[in-house]
């Protein structure tokens, strides 16, 4: 499957972004989805993931309460709407498809498509 992310930008401390991610294929439905980010010199680290069916979601510390991960699959897209967003939240946001994931289940790892990632900058 192939992923597009896009949404990124630069907005000032406070400011929300939603980022999408478009999907190539109508298999859609059978991967579990989640949302990574780079920031400047740190290695790729996990922001948020959600189940097959869009039900359950799991979410890093740092992006609990103020960011929400869905997901449409009619549409073959994932959403990650943040608000209340953090000079700390700048980073190079990927979306990711995790194939042999069962229907409930958010999942931390394990994911083996990759889009090729949307800038957030997030000035003070």
């Known amino acids: 499957v192939q992923l597009q992310a896009s949404g990124g930008g630069l907005v000032q401390a406070g400011d929300s972004l939603r980022l999408s991610c478009a999907a190539s294929e109508g298999r859609f439905r059978n991967y579990g989805m989640g949302w990574f980010r780079q920031a400047p010199g740190k290695e790729r680290e996990f922001v948020a993931a959600?189940?097959?069916?869009?039900?359950?979601?799991d979410y890093a510390d740092s992006a609990k309460s103020r960011f929400t991960i869905s997901r449409d699959n009619a549409k073959n897209a994932v959403y990650l709407q943040m608000d209340s967003l953090k000079p700390e939240d700048t980073g190079v946001y990927y979306c990711?498809?995790?194939?042999?994931?069962?229907?409930?289940?958010?999942?931390?790892?394990?994911?083996?498509?990759w889009g090729q990632g949307t800038l957030v900058t997030v000035s003070s």
């Open positions: 959600v189940s097959r069916g869009g039900g359950n979601t």
């Open positions: 990711a498809a995790r194939p042999n994931a069962i229907q409930s289940a958010p999942y931390r790892d394990g994911y083996k498509f």
